[in-house]
């Protein structure tokens, strides 16, 4: 059987509360904040590097800042510092340890270096904190799925996709444990789904796995 790629989407944090400094102090050439949002564009162009420096600004003066330390552990991890990235959520989680968006980018990061048993134990604890993120239950999905817990990662796909009905990622990755359990026909339904939610990585999957034509492309010839 071929290799089903899961499909991983970070989430950049935005907006956040910056103190206000003294009146005595004198002002910085870039406010915290105008080095944030900065750094935000960068990432969504896909400079990640860059907007790593702009975090990095972004904490000299903010120190403590928890939503810039966690921005910029999923920008390191989207150049692949693993490591790094889970060093700055490691921080953000000494400082708030109900913050559940570090929790779970730090799973993922985990699960990128293959710390499948540690990413759980991160998305069971984001659970823990806050049942209602469609995307902790997708992301510990992967997990289990790739731990074969099949069942259990099925479940958590489901959960997600009941908390948000047009999750085009989650129905997409459901596809991969109900395949590998036998279910061909649940699979395909479930990338035919993402696919109609916009998700063109599902054709690839309904020619390869399902044998029949993208909708998109059934769509074009009537």
């Not at 944030?36 to 400079?47: D, L, P, R, V, Y």
């Not at 999923?74 to 889970?86: C, F, K, Q, V």
């Not at 999750?167 to 596809?175: I, L, T």
Request: proline share 4%; glycine share 6%.
């Amino acid at each position: 059987m071929k290799t089903i790629l899961l499909l991983i989407i970070p989430v950049l944090f935005a907006l956040p509360a910056f103190s206000q400094k003294a009146a005595t102090q004198p002002a910085p050439q870039k406010t915290a904040l105008q080095h944030f949002n900065a750094g935000n564009q960068k990432f969504k162009s896909g400079k990640y590097t860059e907007a790593i420096k702009e975090y990095s600004e972004v904490l000299k003066q903010e120190p403590e800042h928890i939503v810039t330390m966690t921005n910029r552990g999923i920008a390191r991890d989207r150049i692949l510092d693993y490591r790094g990235a889970i060093a700055d959520f490691d921080k953000a989680l000494a400082l708030d340890p109900t913050h559940v968006e570090a929790w779970v980018s730090r799973g993922l990061s985990k699960y990128n270096l293959q710390d499948y048993k540690g990413a759980l134990v991160d998305f069971n604890t984001a659970v823990s904190i806050d049942q209602l993120q469609a995307r902790t239950y997708n992301n510990r999905g992967l997990v289990r799925y790739a731990l074969k817990d099949y069942r259990s990662a099925i479940i958590d796909y489901g959960r997600a996709i009941t908390l948000q009905p047009d999750y085009a990622e989650a129905y997409y990755n459901r596809g991969a444990p109900r395949y590998t359990s036998g279910d061909k026909s649940g699979a395909c339904e479930d990338w035919v789904k993402a696919e109609q939610l916009g998700l063109k990585e599902a054709a690839q999957y309904l020619r390869d796995y399902c044998e029949q034509n993208s909708t998109a492309a059934t769509k074009s010839t009537k």
